[in-house]
Every structure is written in C-alpha cells, then in structure tokens.
C-alpha cells in the first residue's frame, strides 16, 4: 500500500485548506486511517483519524471544530478539510493507514505512511 498526501500550501490566517490521501492497493476500504503533523521544533502528533467505513472519527482536541476528516472508499481517498486555520496549524501533515479497521491516535498503530505535504499558515 502506497499513500500520496496533497493538497498543503501557503494561507493567511482564518483561511481553509483541504488535503487529499490517495491510496494505492484494494484494501483502503479495510484499514483505519488517520492524519499527523508535525510542526517546526515539535514531534509529529495525531491530528484526527477515523475507522475503515468512516463511521467513527476523532480529533485532536486543539482541532475540533474546525478540521474535518473524511474517506470514500470508492476513490481510495482520504480527506482532511481544515477551516479557520491558525499559524500554530503549520506543519508537515502526513496521512497513515493501520492494518486494522479501527485505531486511535498513536503512531504506532499505523503501518502505512504518506510522504508528507506542508501547510503554511500565516498570520
């Protein structure tokens, strides 16, 4: 399985941002996924995540309400719509698969990994 995030860019601060995870393989629709980010000077954390159909998700506290996650199966994609982003939301965001239908937000729960796509936020 191979993961391609998409989708980072420069945006002022308030503004939105929608990144894409396109997988490779057959077996998306089988695995929980969930997006990471890792900020200058800090480790990569756990943005939000949700199970393999999409019908549990969760967030990071410091995102909710305003970050959304989603998939479609059908496409082997995996969505995170960011809205009134702050500068502390730039980072790297990578997006990972577990091998197994649902998982929480550590990294080791997740196998699969994106080669990353930056999100500058200004301020």
């Known amino acids: 399985v191979q993961l391609q995030a998409s989708g980072g860019g420069l945006v002022q601060a308030g503004g939105s941002l929608s990144l894409s995870c396109a997988a490779s393989g057959r077996t998306f629709s089988t695995y929980a996924m969930a997006w990471f980010r890792q900020s200058p000077g800090k480790e990569r954390g756990f943005v939000a995540g949700?199970?393999?159909?999409?019908?549990?998700?969760n967030y990071a506290d410091s995102v909710k309400g305003r970050f959304t996650i989603s998939r479609d199966n059908a496409k082997n994609t995996m969505y995170l719509q960011m809205n009134s982003l702050r500068p502390q939301d730039t980072g790297i965001y990578y997006c990972?698969?577990?091998?197994?239908?649902?998982?929480?937000?550590?990294?080791?729960?997740?196998?699969?990994w994106g080669q990353g796509t930056l999100v500058t936020v200004s301020s």
């Open positions: 990972a698969g577990a091998r197994s239908t649902m998982a929480g937000s550590r990294q080791y729960e997740y196998y699969y």
């Open positions: 949700l199970s393999y159909n999409g019908g549990r998700k």
